[in-house]
T-cell receptor, first 112, second 114 residues
Framework: QKEVEQDPGPLSVPEGAIVSLNCTYSNSAFQYFMWYRQYSRKGPELLMYTYSSGNKEDGRFTAQVDKSSKYISLFIRDSQPSDSATYLCAMSANTGGFKTIFGAGTRLFVKA | GAVVSQHPSWVICKSGTSVKIECRSLDFQATTMFWYRQFPKQSLMLMATSNEGSKATYEQGVEKDKFLINHASLTLSTLTVTSAHPEDSSFYIC??????????FGSGTRLTVV
């Protein structure tokens, strides 16, 4: 079993839709949770960063962490064609040198 | 915000030659940089952790003699793929830890070995 599981998609939605992206994980020691957006042939860019459980909102993006279920989500409201990219979840623990484990990434297509 | 500049963005080389990839942190000092490789439709795989002024720490299964990492200054880390072979063709990305526990990534280097 992988430490971090993420559905690779692709996920195709119409413009304006609410997008839900998810990851599950197995290591209960993870405390730091991140979402990155990666456009084709580019390096990932940090979208959201959350410590421990709870919600965090930034504009059209909301990150949720449910540590009891070992489940994290990223919601994108009013999705735009420019949101089309691969979204990677990532997480790390306060042990083992803070090594960050990445999900495989979900490819999102937002159709105009 | 913090920027990591990575060059070249793409390179094609002949089998058996060596390729150097550079990552520079702009406007901030990166005592630690991370090197990843990413195959199509797959996640980032950490290859090594590069610390300024000391030897890099390689992940299990990564040949340190093949992937030479040098972190000679607080703003520059390099990855040299020696005696490259077609199976080394991949997307290589560097990153530096910045805000909190987030990372700033370089733009990546697509290496094609022919």
């Amino acid at each position: 079993q992988k430490e971090v599981e993420q559905d690779p998609g692709p996920l195709s939605v119409p413009e304006g839709a609410i997008v839900s992206l998810n990851c599950t994980y197995s290591n209960s020691a993870f405390q730091y949770f991140m979402w990155y957006r990666q456009y084709s042939r580019k390096g990932p860019e940090l979208l959201m960063y959350t410590y421990s459980s709870g919600n965090k909102e930034d504009g059209r993006f909301t990150a949720q962490v449910d540590k009891s279920s070992k489940y994290i989500s990223l919601f994108i409201r009013d999705s735009q064609p420019s949101d089309s990219a691969t979204y990677l979840c990532a997480m790390s623990a306060n042990t083992g040198g803070f090594k960050t484990i990445f999900g495989a990434g979900t490819r999102l297509f937002v159709k105009a | 915000g913090a920027v990591v500049s990575q060059h070249p963005s793409w390179v094609i080389c002949k089998s058996g030659t060596s390729v150097k990839i550079e990552c520079r942190s702009l406007d901030f000092q990166a005592t630690t940089m991370f090197w990843y490789r990413q195959f199509p439709k797959q996640s980032l795989m950490l290859m090594a952790t590069s610390n300024e002024g000391s030897k890099a720490t390689y992940e299990q299964g990564v040949e340190k003699d093949k992937f030479l990492i040098n972190h000679a200054s607080l703003t520059l880390s390099t990855l040299t793929v020696t005696s490259a072979h077609p199976e080394d063709s991949s997307f290589y990305i560097c990153s530096a830890q910045t805000v909190g526990y987030g990372y700033t990534f370089g733009s990546g280097t697509r290496l094609t070995v022919v």
